[in-house]
């Protein structure tokens, strides 16, 4: 039966101790993509917007986000992540932007929350740049990608969405 | 052709001046669903992991995070909020957990991203506490439901996902 | 029968709504009595610490803590303080350093939260700055001493302790 | 003479240079005692409010103050805690919850701070969940129980309240 | 005699108390200039590092430390700013960059503090992306170039630097 | 040709990766000059302003914010400093205060934008007790020191300014 670490024997949450866990590097991708409409998406290809400009600024956001990833997020331990870095992408023939984040840290746990807080809050920040043209932008399957490092190994994810 | 509040004439991005805004209730409603596991939702179900008390701290994680909004969105206003409400319940049928807040202020720019920000915060809190029993959980579908107040009214999100 | 407006009608808590309430000026004092040994409050008094040093350190820190009391307190809705004073002095004839704090707003809820917490920060500033002389430093009973303004009005601490 | 680390040679504070110290493992237990009305523990006992989801609250706002000691009390220095835990449980035949939080972290300066920040962030959650029923509520005693690791080895307050 | 808002008759800080002030529209603008060197300011032009995103990353760290004046200037009130505008720009002929900000809000306090505070933040950035081809960046004459609003009224830098 | 650490191949920012860097004791010290018109130069010396409070609330401003570099520096790793040291003294016949400060971390990069925090935010701290005095007060030559250890060794600023 899987380990629940952050509950307690009763069930209650509390806080991982990491204490007995090896320092070892860890990685961790996230990714989600951001659907928006024709015309929220033409904006941005177009030049009305600076493509670059506003991928800086989401880029920026997540990689800001994520080393306050324990402010986030209440059991997460502070961790000083090595390596932060949020890539946005236009997908071709689709009126959608690809956010992929990879985190990365010698540590005694993992840095999935990482990865997937750069992600969220890079994929918000998109959203908040363009919600004058499109409030119905979506932030369509926010997941992680693969891990590596620690106790349980490398994961990656197996299915297609 | 709709403004572009975050975008200068030349498309660099800035701060939008809400000094000419009028001071009006603004409420915001956002979703997401977590698609996890049969294993992990059973575990929620089953009281291996205490519901009330995982639910408990999703919520307040998003309370937490969306009072903060203007910290990890770069060109959000920090907007003092007068309320925040995160609720979250299992989907019948499905292994899900749809989680909805709403958020409101008396000011002169909307909350939609910091309604945003409380399902994004959750969602990740109800991730990192269930990940040890499945690493492949899925934020599907972060998205604004409606919105209210200010000059561009009121907007429901039309269409079913 | 009181109102408990930090749980709602099954009794999980929430975040109360405070869009109904006035913007009144709210005030609230709060104090907390700092209790250290012979050997702690001599260096104090005697100048091996600089008195004046000590308690600037703690006063700034209490003020800069209740600015930010809706980080710590997580029902707590972020307020723009108008005023945060407070004030350390040391207590005759007795082992202890008096912490007193009052925080002002108008706004439309209450700044106890702010008060006792400018209170609770000074008091482990100075535990901080003297624990190498004396670990069993007691912060001994942190209490709103009053509070003004809103609809329940007036409030002062009827007892002595 | 004890060493005073957050003086220098005028009585000036200053922030303890930690560089010279071992790497070592930390832990601390703190304390405190949260009296109310009967009124207010019989609210806490009946369930008008949950008191799983009132403790819930108060355990996750210790955690989350825990981690972030070093902006709240100015001289503390950052430390990557591995473990923060708060515990919240109803005094047998008294109106009094107490609250005992411990911290741990493999590092090379104590985490006294960091249980009595826990502490302090769960009694005033505590409070301000509880205080549209009972203002006067009572942080009494936070304190210190025990600390381990480091130069100065293991302390144990001695003398009961 | 002018009055010195942040200390008390006996010559000890304190926050000033701007209950009494009147909310009007406040506006201040601040520079600094950053000179850096031949070598540096041609991988700025020349296109090695991209200036754009460059000063995008400069000026969204400006927008983001303002908004925050208050964490980080103890005496500062907190002031939901309308507006925080940052500009950057190579100065001719001069291996110079001009950093400009404006910050606004209609608020009891003026927001010079802000202004300064994100040319600060912005300037480092800068600094922090260049170091590793010139550690003897220099951040120039940071300073206030204006404001007004409030009982003062209009203050504007007479003299050239 | 120089590194550009915080650039990709393309000249878009990025974080720095340091895991391949070698931990090692980081020193940097940082300095700037404020002056300010010789009315309030005289509050401070004549002591209506407590020289000794004001420069104790610029130190403590100078340790806080350093503590927190990576938020307020978007491409800086968060480091668990050892020691921030900030010191404020003036100038003998000129109305100027000099500002020092010095950083230390045993870490995998340096601590040079920490040394610069910290003398930035002391520096706008003494701006902001003494603005009513003088709205003209200029922060001259923000810069580096010193900085030693990592793989760049040490450095120090050659030239006078």
Same mark, same amino acid.
């Given at each position: 039966?899987?380990?629940?670490?952050?509950?307690?024997?009763?069930?209650?949450?509390?806080?991982?101790?990491?204490?007995?866990?090896?320092?070892?590097?860890?990685?961790?991708?996230?990714?989600?993509?951001?659907?928006?409409?024709?015309?929220?998406?033409?904006?941005?290809?177009?030049?009305?917007?600076?493509?670059?400009?506003?991928?800086?600024?989401?880029?920026?956001?997540?990689?800001?986000?994520?080393?306050?990833?324990?402010?986030?997020?209440?059991?997460?331990?502070?961790?000083?992540?090595?390596?932060?870095?949020?890539?946005?992408?236009? !997908?071709?023939?689709?009126?959608?932007?690809?956010?992929?984040?990879?985190?990365?840290?010698?540590?005694?746990?993992?840095?999935?929350?990482?990865?997937?807080?750069?992600?969220?809050?890079?994929?918000?920040?998109?959203?908040?740049?363009?919600?004058?043209?499109?409030?119905?932008?979506? !932030?369509?399957?926010?997941?992680?990608?693969?891990?590596?490092?620690?106790?349980?190994?490398?994961?990656?994810?197996?299915?297609?969405?």
């Amino acid at each position: 039966m899987k380990r629940l670490a952050h509950f307690d024997s009763r069930g209650s949450f509390r806080m991982a101790d990491i204490g007995g866990k090896r320092i070892t590097l860890r990685k961790a991708v996230a990714a989600a993509t951001v659907r928006m409409s024709r015309e929220a998406i033409e904006t941005l290809r177009s030049g009305r917007i600076i493509k670059g400009d506003a991928f800086a600024a989401a880029r920026l956001a997540g990689i800001q986000a994520a080393k306050r990833t324990s402010e986030w997020i209440p059991l997460c331990h502070p961790i000083p992540v090595q390596w932060i870095d949020v890539d946005c992408r236009l !997908v071709a023939r689709k009126p959608e932007v690809e956010i992929t984040a990879t985190a990365a840290a010698r540590w005694s746990t993992g840095v999935e929350m990482e990865a997937l807080t750069a992600v969220a809050a890079a994929a918000l920040t998109l959203y908040d740049m363009c919600k004058s043209i499109d409030r119905g932008i979506l !932030v369509k399957d926010l997941r992680l990608l693969s891990k590596s490092g620690g106790r349980s190994g490398t994961w990656k994810r197996e299915t297609k969405l």
